[in-house]
C-alpha cells in the first residue's frame, strides 16, 4: 500500500520473449471430443462456456473423436489433406520467388492451412467470404486455379486485377472471395452489411467474415457485432487467433477477456472455440455455423485457436520477438501432420503415398508457376498495359483521367 494513490499503467506482456524457453502451459487444452454438440437453436445463453474451451475431434493417438465427429468421408478428408499440402507447397515456392525478387511481397499460411481449407468446404455456393490476407486456402479449396493467383502475385499481363493491388490481395466474385482490402477489420462490417442486404432481399446465400486476432482491437470489429447481433444477420464472424499480430502477442488486442470467442457473450451472440489445427473440428463447426446462419438463428462468433508458425510477412523476422522454437512447442500441432496421422490411422493413407502426395503437388505448383512467369513476373516479361490503370473504376471517366490517359498517350 506504499504507493497507494499512485497510478500505474499496465500493458500486458508476453511470457517469453527472445533466448527464453517456450511455454504454453497457460493454453489450457480440453481432451479431443469432450465438449458437447447443441443442437443449432440453442438457447445462446446456455453455451457461455463454449467460448472458454476448446472444440477438438482429433485426440493425439489419431482417432476422430466425440460429437463433432463423424460428418466427413475418407475422399472428402483425403482432399482436405492435399488441399493443405498444395496450399503449404504454393507458399514455399511463392516466398522464394519473392526472395528471388519476383514479386515484392508475400503472406505464408504455414500453421494454419486447416482453417480456411476446412471451412470452405462448409459453405455452399454463392456464399460470399470476407476474407484477410490469410486465408488463401478458401480459393484453393475451391478449386480456384493456382496459376491466376500467381499471376496475381507477378502483377503480371495476365493478372486479373491488372496488377492494382498488392500481391496475394486477390479477388474472385464465383468463388465467395471478397475482394481483400489491407485495411484491417474493414471486413467485417462489409461482411455484416452484406449479409444483411441478403436477408432483406430473402436471398439464401450466408455471408463469412475473417479477422485475426490483433485486428479485433479496430472498432470495425465491434460496430459489426453490433449490426450482426441487432438484425440476427446471416454470417459466420471468424476469428483466426494465431498468437501474434506482426510482433505483438494476442494478450495485447484480447485484454482481459480471457478469450477472443468471449467478445461475442456481451452481444449475446453464440461464441465457439475451435482447435484451429484440427481439419475435422474446423469443418464440424464452421457448418453448425452455417446451418445456424442459413435457418435464420442469426450469427455465430468462431474463435479458431491456431499458431502462425511462419512469419507474418516476406518483411517480418519473428526471431527479433520471440523463441525461434516457439512453434515447434505449439501445443495443438501441425494441422498437415493431424490429418495425415488420422487417414493412415483410419489405413486410408500411408507414408509411401503421403510422400508420393507431396513430388506430385510439387511438381504440379512448379508448371503452374512455369506457366505465370511466362506471362511476366515484376520485374521481367509481359505487364498489365498502362492503359488498364484508367479502366474499370468509373462508368464515366472523368474529364482529368481522360487528359492524362491521352497525356501517357494509351
Ligand atoms: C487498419 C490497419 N492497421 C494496421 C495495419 C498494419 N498491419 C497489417 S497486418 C497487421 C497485424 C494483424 O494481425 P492479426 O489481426 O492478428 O492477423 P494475422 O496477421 O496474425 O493473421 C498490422 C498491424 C493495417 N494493415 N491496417
Ligand atoms: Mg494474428
Redesign the pocket.
Known sequence: MADAGMLRFHVPEPEVRPGGTPDFSNVTIPKAGSVPRPEIDVDPRTIRDMAFSIIRVLNRAGEAVGPWAGLLSDEELLEGLRNMMTLRTFDARMQMAQRQGKTSFYMQHLGEEAVSCAFRKALAPGDMNFP???QAGLLIADGYPMVTMMNQIYSNEADPLKGRQLPIMYSSKEHGFFSIS????TQYIQAVGWAMASAISNDSRIAAAW??????A?SDFHSALVFASTYKAPVILNV?N?Q???S?F?GI?RGGSGTFAARGLGFGIPALRVDGNDYLAVHAVAKWAAERARANLGPTLVEYVTY?AGA?SSSDDPSAYRPKAESDAWPLGDPVIRLKNHLIHKGAWSEERHTQAEAEILETVIAAQKEAESHGTLHAGGKPSTRDMFEGVYAEMPPHLRRQRQQAGV
Do not use: K, P
Not at 182 to 185: E, K, P, Q, R, T
Not at 211 to 216: A, H, Y
Open positions: 484477410t490476407y490469410r489491407g485495411n484491417l477489420a479477422i485475426g486476432d490483433g485486428s479485433t479496430e483466426v494465431n501474434w499480430a506482426i505483438t494476442q488486442a502462425r507474418h
